[in-house]
């Protein structure tokens, strides 16, 4: 199942000097790094990142994250996905910018 992360652009190119990152500073406050399914990325993006017009979108498999993955009910009681580790470049599909138009993020189609 593909799950996506979402990172402001100087967030991305640190994880891409570095090739691995904890995530983001609430990734890190909470110990885990935050994912969304598809369905869940769109409110994500509403509640966590509203305006913000500098953002990649991240697509990762979630089987090959292991283990460390973890699904646990978070906002309305939803399972989200959460990795209880470092997230490594070589896991990233794909990274695209994540445009915001007329104050809404546009996410790509056929996100699945």
Do not use: C, N
Request: aromatic letters at 8%.
């Amino acid at each position: 199942m593909r799950i996506y992360k979402i990172l402001r652009a100087h967030e991305w190119a640190a994880f891409q000097a570095q090739g691995e990152t904890a995530g983001a500073p609430v990734d890190e406050a909470d110990g885990f790094i935050h994912f969304s399914t598809a369905a869940q990325a769109a409110e994500t993006a509403a509640k966590h990142f509203a305006g913000a017009d500098d953002l990649m979108l991240l697509t990762l498999e979630s089987e090959a994250l292991g283990p460390d993955l973890k699904w646990e009910p978070s906002r309305g009681g939803a399972l989200f996905p959460h990795l209880y580790g470092p997230l490594r470049l070589a896991d990233v599909i794909v990274a695209q910018d994540l445009p915001l138009i007329d104050g809404a993020h546009s996410f790509p189609e056929g996100m699945e």
